[in-house]
């Protein structure tokens, strides 16, 4: 497979800072702030810290589902953090201790609740305004099965089919290789689901598909890491039946462009405070008030 010799761990791992490929400047073995910086906070009770990965969609797309019902205690401001460095501020890690985006403020209380982790955040949501978790046992039980199956699915796509399909210094075969069966097998597994219920839980949209669809959903129309022909992504077809679906959807159309930096001005909201932002703040409008 390979020309290189073989690897052969020592017997005390030390760190290599040269190693880390293109992240090598924000990786490093150990966790805490590198430096002090204060978060900013807006006027709404919650408050966004995050940057428009598929982990910090799953937030902001539950938080614009939660205002398209009704919930006008789901009005959020929406922080852009940067994973270049911001993560590690002494703000950030006060809320978020393990450094990642989403992290999320609910100051709506007489004390201030973190909540960190994607997963958390959307729970959390669902329990505080009534919505998007099924309610018979059975269904609700459904919802966080497939919740936490993209939980414990995603780091294997990301940081690791993603990681060393995409990113890593140097190609190695046997990394790929691995990380893409394991992928395809996640694809497959939520395919066959997909083709007995029309949403994960066998209800209605839920938590679950608001977690599922910015990483499969994704990587299903070819946006995670020009993989889609590679992978062979259209036999998946009822997970593109249902990506298309979910797609439609206007909160999803909103929540997706929040604190994205990257692609099409148009499809750039870098801060959300006001649901007029999207109107008035993406950064095609913000070029055009800045030529005239």
């Not at 992290?103 to 007489?110: E, F, I, T, W, Y």
């Not at 790929?176 to 007995?196: G, N, S």
Request: aromatic letters at 10%; hydrophobic letters at 40%; charged letters at 25%.
């Amino acid at each position: 497979m390979t020309d290189a010799p073989a690897y052969e761990p020592p017997k005390v791992w030390t760190w290599n800072k040269e190693s880390g490929g293109r992240f090598a400047n924000i990786n490093r073995p150990i966790a805490g702030p590198t430096h002090e910086k204060e978060l900013p906070v807006g006027r709404h009770p919650l408050q966004l810290y995050s940057l428009a990965t598929p982990n910090g969609q799953k937030a902001t797309i539950m938080l614009e589902e939660l205002l398209a019902l009704g919930h006008s205690g789901a009005e959020y401001d929406a922080w852009l953090i940067k994973i270049d460095g911001d993560q590690f501020g002494s703000g950030f890690v006060a809320v978020n201790p393990n450094s990642k985006i989403p992290a999320l403020m609910d100051r709506s209380g007489p004390e201030p609740i973190r909540v960190f982790e994607s997963g958390s955040i959307l729970l959390y949501l669902a329990e505080k305004f009534g919505a998007l978790l099924p309610t018979d046992r059975k269904t609700r039980t459904e919802c966080l099965n497939w919740l936490f199956w993209q939980m414990g699915s995603a780091p294997y796509l990301g940081g690791g089919f993603g990681h060393f399909y995409a990113y890593a210094p140097t190609k190695i075969e046997y990394a790929i290789d691995r990380f893409a069966m394991e992928v395809k097998r996640q694809l497959d597994v939520l395919d066959r689901r997909l083709a007995e219920v029309e949403y994960l839980s066998g209800g209605e949209y839920s938590i679950a598909d608001i977690a599922v669809w910015p990483w499969y959903g994704g990587l299903a129309k070819g946006l995670l890491y020009g993989s889609g022909e590679f992978l062979s992504v259209q036999e998946y077809k009822n997970v593109l039946r249902w990506t298309d679906q979910i797609a439609k959807r206007p909160a999803v159309k909103r929540g997706r462009i929040v604190n994205r930096i990257s692609g099409d001005p148009a499809s750039q909201l870098h801060e959300r405070h006001d649901a007029s932002d999207f109107e008035t703040r993406t950064q095609d409008k913000i070029g055009q008030a800045a030529a005239s």
